[in-house]
């Protein structure tokens, strides 16, 4: 696909503006081919970039990636290490996106990471926090819940502090904490693989989202797929919890 591309699905098609993607699969991947489940992270990686240029083809402005959870550390560690030796090889190929005009954003406890791959993470952030095509979001050692108690525990400090009354504590202030910050609420969440559960993923920006399963694993997903998962958005009515 040419860098600069645009794909419209229909003039009745309308596009999301914040999509999320659990890339689930990668070790099921593996298994049917009977490799480790690192060779699925990797071809998952493949998978992400191609994915990532076609959404912004499609006219997505923010797509965020669940690409590490808070619970993830309990898998085994030559696992989780080659998880982690992807990310740092992988973040230097995101750079490519910058050359495309994408601004990268990275949300989750970054504490826990390696601090290689953290000033890595913050210089990629820093080079691309001027462009506007379309802003990518990889959520690394991030859990939703513990995203929220980040958020609370802010705002407990402040009122510890005296800087904050507890009656004046608004959903707009929870939000200004979360990781999330000036990042719109998810409007369609894709989960492939079969599986059909949120996993602890933005459980407070996907409050009204849209929600796409399908039974192909993350490294066979390919563009047609997420057209087809817009089209299925499209034809949906949100209420919003109204009639």
Known sequence: MAKNEKINLGENV????HVGVIMDG????????GMPRK???REGAKTFRAITRHAKALGIQYITYYAFSTENWKRPKD????????????????????EE??????IGDRTRLSENLQRKMASVEEDSKNFDSMTLVLAINYGGRDEI???????????KEGKLEPEDITMDMI?????????????LVIRPSGEQRLSNFMIWQAAYAE???TNILWPDFKGSDLDKAVIAYSERNRRFGGV
Not at 14 to 17: A, D, F, L, Q, T
């Open 14 to 17: 309308s596009v999301p503006v």
């Open 26 to 33: 990668n070790g099921r991947w593996a298994k049917k081919r």
């Open 39 to 41: 060779f699925g992270h």
């Open 79 to 98: 696992e989780v290490d080659a998880i982690m030796d992807l990310f740092e090889k992988y973040l230097d190929e995101v750079r490519d996106f910058i």
């Open 101 to 106: 005009n994408i601004r990268v954003r990275f």
């Open 149 to 159: 108690c980040h958020a609370a525990k802010t705002l407990a400090q402040q009122v």
């Open 175 to 187: 939000e200004r904490n979360l990781y999330t910050e000036e990042i719109p609420p998810v409007d």
């Open 211 to 213: 929600f796409y399963y």
